[in-house]
């Protein structure tokens, strides 16, 4: 009878181990969000031992969550500052490890009714810093121009100020929104708008073609623009980790870099790293 009910704890314990599995926590970038989900419900099918939580919130937020210790994967759509690493190396002593897991062409979008059809870089920084407020300054209609972008904890709001405006200041009249996907639905709905994010969520509106300067040729953020370099805003879409990956976590960013997990970036809308 003892040896009955040894082998019975003994077969609970097995069981309830198996059952128990491990969980990956994922935090960040709302550009990424969508293609997080949907890595995380590819790998789970194929992994059930493994739950995979996907939010978002924000670059900014994923990486004060990596750093507090809150999550274990960190999404951002910008690389971490120095600043962010000083902070991840006085907690755990290490400057975390970065993961190139996608491309994007950081896109503008304009409602489909709107004539304009390229702009400049210089023209860009020009209407987001509000030196340019009309759009019959750059070809359009008579118009005012309406002004959308995202808030200030989005990693692609950093991008586009670092890497659009030089740094300068975004125009009080930015009407900041909290995600990607609500700056689309603005700019589908308001004739004379504008707005930037990810090439993914371009859905209902049209791509505005970019061009370095006025004699350089203008490009759509287009898989073989982004491919080329032609397109003059790509970028990396980020993943975080405190240190070097092991286990369950290793085994899910391994996938995620595998021909397998690139094919959903190109399903989702983006663009594979190799």
């Known amino acids: 009878m003892k040896k009955i009910f040894i082998t019975l704890v003994v077969g609970l314990l097995a069981f309830g181990f198996m059952q128990k599995g491990e969980t990956i ?48 994967i960190c999404n951002a759509s910008r690389p971490m500052k120095r600043s962010e690493k000083d902070k991840l190396k006085q907690r755990y002593n290490t400057l975390g490890v970065e993961i190139k897991a996608a491309k994007d062409g950081l896109s503008l979008y304009l409602n489909e009714t709107n004539r304009v059809q390229e702009l400049t870089l210089a023209q860009l920084k020009a209407i987001y810093t509000g030196k340019i407020t009309n759009w019959k300054e750059v070809g359009g209609p008579d118009a005012k121009i309406i002004l959308y972008g995202r808030e200030n904890s989005s990693g692609t709001y950093v991008y586009f100020k670092d890497n659009v405006l030089d740094g300068d200041d975004y125009s009080s009249t930015v009407q900041s ?16 708008s504008i707005g930037y994010g990810g090439a993914a969520y371009g859905k209902g509106i049209k791509f505005l073609k970019v061009k370095k300067d006025e004699n350089s040729q203008a490009y759509e953020p287009t898989i073989e623009n982004i491919k080329s370099g032609s397109y003059p805003i790509t970028r990396y879409l980020y993943m975080y980790v405190r240190s070097k990956p092991t286990g369950a976590m290793k085994d899910y960013i391994d996938w995620i870099l595998s021909p397998a997990g690139q094919e959903i970036v190109t399903k989702v809308g983006y663009f594979p790293v190799k």
């Open 177 to 192: 929104l909290p995600g990607t996907a609500a700056v689309v639905n603005a700019v589908a709905k308001d004739v004379h």
């Open 25 to 72: 926590t994922v935090k960040g970038s709302d550009t990424m969000v969508i293609l997080a989900q949907r890595w995380a419900e590819d790998y789970m099918a194929k992994h059930p031992e493994t739950t995979v939580q996907v939010t978002g919130g924000g670059s900014g937020v994923g990486i004060s969550a990596l750093i507090n210790g809150t999550t274990d």
